[in-house]
């Protein structure tokens, strides 16, 4: 069973524009962790919040994390047609558990 | 350095034959996790070892799935015998200790079941 839910399921943009996805949870967690998988493909990792952490950055991703509300966004500025893909949240409490992702497409 | 192998990469097959899926994690990796992913949805978890031991299997469906990872390295999936509803991409994952770090996955074996 998925813990994550991430929101939108679905996201169109245009190049140049900022997305944002949003994961909630529902237990506590040790660190929370995106990932983004091409059609096909296996999955990339992106970047790693941990608890007690609020923010964390990693070149054109922003991630932060509320942990009163459960909560993390991803966001990718400036969007490039590459950056089309699904985007997972994974949270770790003892297991590594995945949301049911964010499809993201960028039109050039 | 190489990543996390998979093979085959995808196998058809009659329901009711047996199938088996063969994951070689990065060197050194001591965690080793097996997802399923059906389509549209993200990965599920069906075991992690930390070395050659099953530390969390509770997802596994253990009447026709089972999984081994000898020596503490390579790991191999077998379902037996397989259903329709068992069509999935069957991931393979690793990581250098414990579940408190990134995952490494590997490509995938998509398998359909006839």
């Known amino acids: 069973s998925q813990q994550g839910e991430e929101d939108p399921q679905a996201l169109s943009i245009q190049e140049g524009e900022n997305a944002t996805m949003n994961c909630s949870y529902k237990?506590?967690?040790?660190?929370l962790q995106w990932y983004r998988q091409n059609s096909g493909r296996g999955l990339v990792h992106l970047i790693l919040?941990?608890?007690?952490?609020r923010e964390k950055h990693s070149g054109r991703l922003r991630v932060t994390l509320d942990t009163s509300k459960k909560s993390s966004s991803l966001l990718i500025t400036a969007s490039r047609a590459a950056d089309t893909a699904s985007y997972f949240c994974a949270t770790e409490g003892g297991k590594l558990i995945f949301g049911q992702g964010t499809e993201l497409s960028v039109k050039p | 350095e190489a990543g996390v192998v998979q093979s085959p990469r995808y196998k058809i097959i009659e329901k009711k034959q047996p199938v088996a899926f063969w994951c070689n994690p990065i060197s050194g990796h001591n965690t080793l996790y097996w997802y399923r992913q059906n389509l549209g949805q993200g990965p599920e978890l069906l075991i992690r070892y930390e070395n050659e031991e099953a530390v969390d299997d509770s997802q596994l469906p253990k009447d026709r799935f089972s999984a081994e990872r000898l020596k503490g390295v390579d790991s191999t999936l077998k379902i037996q015998p397989a259903e329709l509803g068992d069509s999935a991409v069957y991931l393979c994952a690793s990581s250098p200790q414990g579940t408190n770090t990134e995952a490494f996955f590997g490509q995938g074996t998509r398998l359909t079941v006839v």
């Open positions: 237990t506590s967690i040790n660190n």
């Open positions: 919040i941990r608890s007690n952490e």
